[in-house]
């Protein structure tokens, strides 16, 4: 099991929302994720948090950042990949 972060942007009919491949372990960890997301997008207008029962985890959020689960890159905010 894992959780998707999902926006609706001002530019999508209402109800529809765009994801990404980005799976977390923890619905609260995808929560922050996609809440820091939507802060740095301009048209977001809605978030959310789905679960999904057959897809892996394969990020997690630490300390603000974004962590790949299988080669322990982190992604920093702006943009700079670290080992």
């Given at each position: 099991?894992?959780?998707?972060?999902?926006?609706?942007?001002?530019?999508?009919?209402k109800?529809?929302?765009?994801?990404?491949?980005?799976?977390?372990?923890?619905?609260?960890?995808?929560?922050?994720y996609?809440?820091?997301?939507?802060?740095?997008?301009?048209?977001?207008?809605?978030t959310?948090?789905?679960?999904?029962?057959?897809?892996?985890?394969?990020?997690?959020?630490?300390?603000?950042?974004?962590?790949?689960?299988?080669?322990?890159?982190?992604l920093?905010?702006?943009?700079?990949?670290r080992r």
């Amino acid at each position: 099991m894992s959780w998707s972060p999902q926006v609706r942007s001002d530019s999508c009919k209402k109800g529809v929302f765009a994801g990404n491949g980005l799976r977390f372990e923890t619905k609260e960890e995808c929560d922050d994720y996609v809440q820091d997301l939507a802060r740095r997008w301009t048209s977001v207008v809605e978030t959310r948090s789905v679960e999904f029962e057959e897809d892996p985890v394969t990020h997690r959020w630490v300390a603000w950042q974004l962590q790949d689960v299988h080669d322990g890159n982190i992604l920093t905010k702006d943009g700079q990949l670290r080992r």
